[in-house]
Nanobody, 116 residues
Framework: QVQLVESGGGLVQPGGSLRLSCAAS????????MGWYRQAPGKPRELVAN???????DYAHSVKGRFTISRDIAKNMVSLQMNSLKPEDTALYYC??????????WGQGTQVTVSS
């Protein structure tokens, strides 16, 4: 079974930057989109950003202009560059792959903490 392995989380001060990366353990076929979701304590999981195989991107309103998603199609990898981080960006960030069948594959999550 394919696994998604995330990296790049950590502790950063407000205004700082982090880059999250996610790689699949093996090739995945029939991908519709790859992206990132996040979940803060006591809140539902929410979409941060995703990118389709055609290159269309969607961002949560709260991160537009600060976060940039990119992908390497050949390597089944997706990255999220996060700049100008705010304390409200603190959450567990999950990598997601959505297939054309609407099946979702999830990573284990990587913690991002923005605090001084």
């Amino acid at each position: 079974q394919v696994q998604l392995v995330e990296s790049g989380g950590g502790l950063v001060q407000p205004g700082g930057s982090l880059r999250l990366s996610c790689a699949a353990s093996r090739s995945i076929t029939s991908i519709y989109a790859m992206g990132w979701y996040r979940q803060a304590p006591g809140k539902p999981r929410e979409l941060v950003a995703n990118i389709t195989t055609l290159g269309r991107t969607d961002y949560a309103h709260s991160v537009k202009g600060r976060f940039t998603i990119s992908r390497d199609i050949a390597k089944n990898m997706v990255s999220l560059q996060m700049n100008s981080l705010k304390p409200e960006d603190t959450a567990l960030y999950y990598c997601n792959v959505r297939l054309h069948s609407s099946r979702d594959i999830w990573g284990q999550g990587t913690q991002v903490t923005v605090s001084s």
